[in-house]
C-alpha cells in the first residue's frame, strides 16, 4: 500500500509539471530563406535584403551589414528584426548600387540564447560573376569549456538535489534515515549540491552575456548583463531559476525538523528541484517544435529520469562506509534491490525518451555519422549501455548479498554517469542533425519494376546537383526517353511551384544544376518521364532540405 502511494505521489508531480509550467521558445536558429538567394545573380539591386529564419530571433545583440567586392558597406545601418515577424532579419540598401559582387554579413542570437553568423554572397548583373560566387559561410555556437563546465555544474547539482531527495524518501529504509549521523550526511550532501547548483546558476548569467555579445568575460559589464536580463528568453528564463532557487534555499533550511514536517519539507524541495529541470526542458531543442508540449514533457522525463539515477548513485557512493558496518550491511544491500525496482524504470523512461528525440533531430542514417550532433548522440548512447551493464553487476552483487567489491562498480557508474552528462551538455549546445541532413539519395519503384533515382547534392539551401538515374526491372538503364523534368514544391510554405528540364549525361542518366531549393525544410520534387511510346513515369520524392 505504501508503495502505492509513493507512485501516486510521483505520477501527481509528473502531472503538475505537465500542465503549470508555461513553455519558451528556443532553438537553435537557422536560415529558412533569405532575399537574394545564397550565389543568386539578380538584374537589377534590391531596396533591401532580407534573412528568414526557423524561429523566432532575439530582439537584442543581432546584426545585417551588406558589403561591394571592395568591403565597402553599402546598407543603410537599419538592419533590425520584424516587430511583426521576429523570425525575419532585414536591412534597406543605399540606392543605385552597381553591378557586381556583394556580401550579407548577418548574426542573430537564436532563442536558445545561441548565437549564429555567416555569409551570404550574391550578385547584381554579369559584371565580376566569377568572382562573386562562393559559398554560403553559417556558422553556429559551438561550446567552449566555460560553459561546458558551467552547465555541467548546473545539471550535476540540480540532479544531485533531487536525485539524493528521491533516494532518501524511497529507496532508503526508514530505519537508516533515523540515524542521526546518516541523516546529517544526507543533508551535507543536500547543502553541497544546492551551494554548487547556486554557483553555477549564479555564473551562468555574465556566461550567457558573453555568448551573445561576444565579447570576453573581461568586457561583460551591468548594461549588458541588464540587456540579456531583459531583452532575452534566457534572461526571462533565468530570473524564474533563480525565483526556484532562493525558494529551495529557504525550505533546504528547515529539513532538520520532526519528521512529519520533514516529509512535507522535502516533497516540496524535490517538486521545486525538479522545476529547475523543467526549465532547462524549456531551454533546450524541444520547445523548438511546432507542437511544443509533447517534445516538452519527454525531454523533461528523459531530464528527470537521469537526475534520478545519477543523484540515487551519489546517495550510494556517500554512504558506501556503511556496507562495512556490520550491522547495516544488509540494509545497504537492501537499498540496491530497493533501487533496482525504480532501476528498471529508468532505463526504459530514458530509452523510450531517447529514441523519440533522436527521432525528432537525427533525419537520417547519414546525419547521425557525418554531424557532430549525431557523433556526439551515438557517444552518449554507448555510454548510456555502459551504464546500464555496471548497474546490471551491482544489482546482482546485492541480490546474491555480497557486500565485498560494490565500491568499485557503483564508484564507475557514477563516473560514468557524470560523462554522459557532459555529452548531454554538448547536445543541448549544439546545432540538430536537422540542419544538415546531408546529401539526399533515394529509389522509388514504379510502373513494374521501374526504378528512378534522385539524388540531391549538397541538399542544401542554394545551388544543388539534381541528378536522376532510370533502370528497368532488369537494373539496365532505360533508353528511349523523350524529356525528363522535375517540379519543385515547398510543403512548408505556399511558394507555387517551379519546374525544370534535365539534360542526358549519359544512357539512363540526367542531372541539373540551379538554385532550385530556396528554402530549408521540407520539399517534394516530381519526377516526370516521358518515353518516345509516349508513356508516362511519374513519382514523387520527399527532401528535407538543410541549411548548412
Avoid at 162 to 180: A, N
Avoid at 199 to 206: D, I, T
Avoid at 376 to 383: N, Q, T
Avoid at 464 to 490: R, S, W, Y
Amino acid at each position: 500500500m505504501q508503495t502505492k502511494q509513493k507512485v501516486s505521489t510521483l505520477l501527481l508531480i509528473f502531472a503538475l509539471f505537465l500542465f503549470l509550467f508555461p513553455s519558451i521558445s528556443s532553438a537553435h536558429a537557422y536560415i529558412k530563406k533569405s532575399t537574394p538567394l545564397e550565389n543568386e545573380t539578380v538584374e537589377k539591386a534590391p531596396s533591401e535584403v532580407m534573412i528568414k529564419f526557423d524561429e523566432s530571433i532575439q530582439p537584442a545583440f543581432n546584426s545585417i551589414k551588406v558589403f561591394d567586392s571592395e568591403g565597402n558597406r553599402v546598407d543603410k545601418k537599419n538592419g533590425r528584426v520584424d516587430p511583426k515577424q521576429p523570425s525575419i532579419l532585414t536591412s534597406g540598401l543605399k540606392n543605385g548600387l552597381p553591378d557586381g559582387s556583394y556580401r550579407i554579413k548577418w548574426r542573430v542570437v537564436s532563442s536558445d540564447g545561441h548565437p549564429v553568423e555567416g555569409v551570404i554572397p550574391f550578385q547584381v548583373g554579369d559584371e565580376g560573376q566569377n568572382s562573386a560566387t562562393s559559398n554560403k559561410v553559417t556558422k553556429g555556437y559551438k561550446p567552449k569549456a566555460d560553459l561546458i563546465v558551467i552547465r555541467w555544474l548546473q545539471y550535476f547539482s540540480n540532479a544531485g538535489y533531487v536525485g539524493l531527495i528521491f533516494f532518501y524518501m524511497m529507496v532508503m529504509p526508514y530505519k537508516l534515515r533515523e540515524i542521526e549521523s546518516v541523516d546529517k550526511k544526507f543533508r551535507r550532501l543536500i547543502n553541497a549540491s544546492l551551494t554548487l547548483l547556486f554557483f553555477s546558476l549564479l555564473l551562468s548569467l555574465p556566461l550567457q552575456a558573453s555568448i551573445e555579445s561576444g565579447f570576453p568575460w573581461s568586457e561583460v559589464s551591468f548594461p549588458l548583463i541588464e540587456n540579456v536580463l531583459m531583452n532575452t528568453s534566457y534572461g526571462h528564463s533565468w530570473t524564474i531559476q533563480i525565483a526556484l532557487l532562493i525558494t529551495l534555499v529557504l525550505l533546504t533550511s528547515f529539513m532538520g525538523m520532526a519528521e512529519s514536517t520533514k516529509r512535507i519539507i522535502l516533497w516540496a524541495c524535490f517538486i521545486l528541484g525538479s522545476a529547475l529541470l523543467w526549465t532547462k526542458s524549456m531551454t533546450s531543442h524541444a520547445a523548438s517544435q511546432s507542437n511544443q508540449f509533447l517534445p516538452i514533457a519527454m525531454d523533461f522525463l528523459h531530464l528527470f529520469g537521469a537526475s534520478i539515477w545519477i543523484g540515487s548513485l551519489i546517495g550510494f557512493v556517500g554512504f558506501l562506509s556503511l556496507r562495512k558496518n556490520t550491522d547495516f550491511k544488509q540494509d545497504y544491500l537492501r537499498m540496491i534491490k530497493n533501487f533496482s525496482k525504480w532501476g528498471l524504470i529508468i532505463v526504459l523512461l530514458l530509452t523510450c525518451t531517447g529514441i523519440y528525440s533522436s527521432l525528432l533531430y537525427i533525419p537520417n542514417l547519414s546525419a547521425l555519422v557525418q554531424t557532430t550532433y549525431g557523433q556526439v548522440l551515438i557517444g552518449k548512447v554507448s555510454l548510456f549501455v555502459l551504464m546500464v551493464v555496471l548497474a546490471g553487476v551491482n544489482f546482482l552483487k546485492g541480490k546474491r548479498g555480497t557486500a565485498n567489491g560494490l565500491g568499485t562498480p557503483i564508484k564507475g557508474e557514477l563516473l560514468t554517469g557524470l560523462i554522459i552528462l557532459i555529452l548531454s551538455v554538448v547536445l543541448t549546445n549544439l546545432p540538430t542533425a536537422m540542419q544538415s541532413p546531408g546529401p539526399f539519395k533515394e529509389t522509388n519503384i514504379v510502373n513494374e519494376g521501374k526504378q528512378i533515382t534522385l539524388a540531391a547534392t549538397p541538399n542544401i539551401i542554394g545551388t544543388n546537383l539534381f541528378e536522376v538515374t532510370l533502370k528497368d526491372k532488369a537494373g539496365q538503364p532505360i533508353k528511349d526517353i523523350e524529356q525528363l523534368h522535375l517540379t519543385f514544391t515547398m510543403l512548408e510554405m505556399d511558394m507555387g511551384k517551379e519546374t525544370v528540364n534535365l539534360a542526358k549525361t549519359a544512357e539512363g542518366k540526367y542531372e541539373v544544376k540551379g538554385l532550385h531549393f530556396t528554402m530549408a525544410g521540407k520539399w517534394n520534387v516530381h519526377v516526370h518521364v516521358l518515353t518516345k511510346s509516349l508513356e508516362s513515369i511519374d513519382t514523387d520524392f520527399i527532401v528535407l532540405v538543410g541549411s548548412q
